[in-house]
């Protein structure tokens, strides 16, 4: 079973830093296409944060640019997200997500992480 493992979130305050990493577990037959990062506030949608394909493009909310930073090691299947300058708007459960998880042969799927929660206070 592939699965993706978030660690970093925790609570901080607003100004400071954060680190988030994602590996991806499991039978994987080719770096992941797409990893990223997206976010859902209480009350609010998901919404994406950072993508990163294997390539090295990169599409960034309007909102983060300046502040975050995503990066990759595709032999790992790991993505990350540095945080810097967070707001409390940055509030929320920030999820791992993998598009293009060569599973088998030409077998293709998307998945997601649990989810980790990031706080920034005031």
């Known amino acids: 079973q592939v699965q993706l493992v978030e660690s970093g979130g925790g609570l901080v305050q607003a100004g400071g830093s954060l680190r988030l990493s994602c590996s991806a577990s499991g039978s994987i037959f080719s770096p992941i296409v797409n990893m990223g990062w997206y976010r859902q506030a209480p009350g609010k949608e998901r919404e994406l944060v950072a993508t990163?394909?294997?390539?090295?493009?990169?599409n960034l909310a309007d909102s983060v640019k300046g502040r975050f930073t995503i990066s990759r090691d595709n032999a790992k299947n790991t993505v990350y997200l540095q945080m810097n300058s967070l707001k409390p708007e940055d509030t929320a459960v920030y999820y791992c997500?993998?598009?293009?998880?060569?599973?088998?042969?030409?077998?293709?799927?998307?998945?997601w992480g649990q989810g980790t929660l990031v706080t920034v206070s005031a």
């Open positions: 990163m394909h294997t390539a090295g493009n990169t």
């Open positions: 997500h993998g598009d293009g998880v060569e599973v088998g042969p030409g077998r293709y799927l998307e998945i």
